[in-house]
């Protein structure tokens, strides 16, 4: 029978929270309008940055599993097909990494396999 880890609990109190807070956010907050207006906001005051910006912008949205939807086809519509699919693309595979490699790093048990 394993004993009474207290980092444990913690590590799993805190990513319960953690998921807890992000999902509240996600229901009680304006995510749309926000990234509607993040949208405009590229389109209109960054230019040439805007695909990079994007890109850029993909990451935390992927690690919080924030629904990018609105950021896709925001691109799509704003730098074309191919400029806005290689932004969406390279941006979601980053995110994807970084989640992954978090995920990896934050470990729930007190193991050290």
């Given at each position: 029978m394993a004993s009474f880890n207290w980092v444990s609990f913690l590590r799993i109190t805190l990513l319960l929270l953690l998921?807890?807070?992000?999902?509240?956010?996600?229901f009680t907050l304006p995510v749309e309008k926000i990234l509607k207006d993040f949208l405009l906001?590229?389109?209109q005051d960054l230019g040439p940055w805007g695909p990079l910006v994007l890109a850029v912008a993909y990451v935390p949205l992927t690690v919080l599993a924030v629904p990018?939807?609105?950021?896709?086809l925001g691109g799509g519509y704003?730098?074309?097909?191919?400029?806005g699919f290689l932004a969406d693309s390279i941006g979601a595979?980053?995110?994807?990494?970084?989640?992954f490699l978090l995920g990896r790093t934050v470990r729930v048990s007190g193991d050290s396999k």
């Open positions: 998921v807890a807070a992000i999902t509240v956010a996600c906001w590229v389109e990018a939807s609105v950021l896709t704003l730098f074309g097909l191919p400029i595979v980053i995110g994807a990494t970084a989640a």
